[in-house]
């Protein structure tokens, strides 16, 4: 298996608690299990993927593609994979530990929300993709529940995470492969057309639309109806939600939920959008509108799947991850640290496939004691 895959080679290691004190289980998966980690050396806290070989089986080609796309990637907006070891009959990824929540719910706690803020995050991830594209690199999974922000800080940076259906682009062949998520996936996978790196500036056009408005551009509880309203590219910006939102990033949103890939606007395109590079961006508070919208829309999504919420809590507290990792900061109030994040991600997880199995009879938010 490490033979087949590109970048380093895995690290043997007898036994990896040697090296990492495992602190507890944030999820379980499938095939995996994600572990809140102490490295022993540096005492700098990690999260831990844990894969049992024997359950790879059949599956190496997912993972090695999984890894070996993680292994070129240093950004700064991209969770990172720092190691890999190999022990006994497991493998382990250290990854990066993002702690800092779920960017829905970081909206609907601020009192205070404009388009500039929105601007700014949709600038993250454009630089954070672009670098994607310049490696040849297609995400084909962008959407809200895989950007996390780093940190708890109020002007923390956000993280693109999941890169369980990235893919490198081989010039001698084209990307044909249906797949994504329902609603953030672009008209030419739909139409079941070959594709490119394109797929990703629409899923990011879809995004932006979001974060400007609280509900997605498309929506039906019918898939095949869903389907007939993105392959056609039928969105509307819709009064009263839209009434004070800027021409510019009405403009801006076209030209990436644009529907001919060819037209398309590009990352680079899109970095110099007056709405992103210049100061077209509205200051005009949006908070209550769009926070009201996101609760109606995406508060329940985040409970199909569920993490051990408890114990991050309780080690969070413990450990005062709360306070800032990008310098000096204050540490979380009750309410601020951790909550699930929607689809089942768990923090500084890379992959759906660690995240854990369906809870019975979850709540519909996390206690007030948590």
């Avoid at 990436?256 to 959008?273: S, V, W």
Wanted: contains cysteine.
């Amino acid at each position: 298996m490490p033979g087949a895959m590109e970048g380093p080679s895995w690290k043997q290691a007898e036994d990896i608690r040697d090296m990492y004190d495992f602190r507890d289980v944030l999820g379980t998966g499938a095939f995996s299990e994600v572990i809140l980690a102490e490295d022993k050396r540096t005492q700098k806290l990690v999260a831990i993927k844990c894969i049992a070989k024997k359950a790879l089986e059949g599956k190496e080609g997912n993972m090695e593609n999984e890894i070996a796309v993680l292994h070129k990637i240093k950004h700064p907006n991209i969770v990172a994979l720092d190691d890999i070891y190999e022990s006994g009959g497991h493998l382990y990824l250290i990854m990066q530990l993002v702690s800092g929540g779920e960017l829905f719910d970081r909206i609907v706690e601020k009192g205070f929300y404009t388009e500039r803020d929105a601007s700014r995050l949709i600038f993250q991830v454009l630089d954070a993709v672009k670098y994607l594209h310049d490696l040849g690199i297609v995400h084909r999974d962008l959407k809200p529940e895989n950007l996390l922000y780093y940190s708890l800080d109020e002007d923390s940076k956000i993280m693109i995470s999941d890169f369980g259906l990235s893919k490198m682009e081989d010039p001698s062949s084209v990307l044909s492969t249906a797949c994504g998520t329902p609603g953030y996936v672009a008209p030419e996978v739909l139409a079941q057309k070959p594709y490119s790196k394109a797929v990703d500036c629409w899923s990011i056009g879809v995004i932006a639309y979001i974060l400007l408005c609280g509900y997605p551009p498309f929506y039906d509880e019918n898939d095949a109806k869903l389907f007939e309203q993105i392959l056609k590219a039928e969105y509307e910006f819709d009064s009263p939600y839209w009434d004070d939102i800027s021409d510019s990033a009405k403009d801006f949103i076209r030209h990436l939920m644009e529907k001919d890939p060819e037209k398309r606007f590009t990352c680079e395109q899109a970095l110099q959008h007056p709405w992103i590079a210049g100061d077209t961006a509205l200051d005009k508070n949006i908070h209550q509108s769009v926070s009201e919208q996101i609760k109606k829309n995406f508060a329940k999504s985040k409970w199909k799947q569920a993490f051990n919420a408890t114990a991050v809590v309780r080690h969070m507290r413990r450990l005062h991850l709360g306070t800032s990792q990008e310098g000096q900061g204050h540490p979380a109030s009750h309410g601020e640290l951790l909550t699930p994040m929607a689809g089942g991600s768990v923090p500084g997880c890379c992959c759906r496939d660690c995240c854990v199995e369906p809870a019975q009879d979850l709540p519909s938010a996390l206690p007030p004691q948590l």
